[in-house]
């Protein structure tokens, strides 16, 4: 009787030894690949959103109204364009559009919504974000500088709103945009500066 030889192919040994080769090449290569991959769609969401803002801030400029502002017809006019994901999604959840009521009149601004962003990615964005528009919130906190950011995007997955003011509009009373506490307001005071434009003269009841 002939001996198997090697050269009729795998046996059971090499067949389970290039199986735990291809799991360990392919779990080393996840590990490897998610962080990029994660970094280059929070990179993505931050370019869709810094054109998103600058787009919706010129074409409603003259009117400051925002109430017919949805995800769908930002869309259509290519004021959303498509980021890690399309006009109502990014790679990890839901993104939505909607008015707001900021300074006090119906509709005077407006917000993006990103849900369960990892906590990586929510300090990119947010980080990114804070500054250039009128209030970022992560889980309904106030982002006002990057280590916000870090600070509240920990473990798990969170919320990110940026809302933007569009300003008074005529024939309605200017309305402080932040609050008392905030610290915007907080730090104006300390420094003799008082704006009712952009911060009560007092606490509101």
Same mark, same amino acid.
């Given at each position: 009787m002939k001996t198997p030889s090697s050269s009729t192919g795998f046996g059971l040994f090499e067949t389970i030894l290039a199986l735990a080769l291809g799991l360990a090449l392919?779990?080393?290569?996840?590990?490897?690949?998610?962080?990029?991959?994660?970094a280059a769609s929070a990179e993505?969401?931050?370019?869709?959103?810094?054109?998103?803002?600058?787009?919706v801030t010129t074409a409603y400029a003259s009117r400051q109204n925002f109430s017919d502002l949805a995800a769908y017809t930002a869309s259509q006019q290519g004021w959303l364009q498509d980021g890690s994901g399309n006009w109502?999604?990014?790679?990890?959840?839901?993104?939505?559009?909607? %008015?707001? %009521?900021?300074g006090g009149m119906p509709a005077d601004g407006w917000q993006v919504?990103?849900?369960t962003l990892p906590a990586d990615v929510c300090q990119r964005i947010a980080g990114a974000e804070a500054g250039r528009w009128t209030h970022v919130y992560v889980d309904g906190q106030e982002v006002t500088e990057a280590a916000d950011a870090t600070k509240l995007c920990t473990s798990g997955t969170h919320t990110l709103i940026a809302q933007s003011y569009g300003g008074?509009?005529?024939?309605?009373?200017?309305?402080?945009i932040f609050h008392y506490a905030d610290a915007q307001?907080?730090?104006?005071?300390a420094k003799g500066i008082v704006n009712p434009t952009y911060c009560p003269s007092e606490p509101q009841a």
């Open positions: 392919t779990t080393a290569s996840v590990a490897v690949f998610s962080p990029a991959s994660g993505q969401e931050i370019s869709r959103l810094d054109h998103l803002h600058d787009a109502h999604s990014t790679a990890w959840g839901a993104l939505s559009l909607a %008015n707001a %009521n900021l919504e990103l849900d008074p509009r005529p024939g309605y009373s200017k309305q402080p307001c907080v730090d104006a005071r």
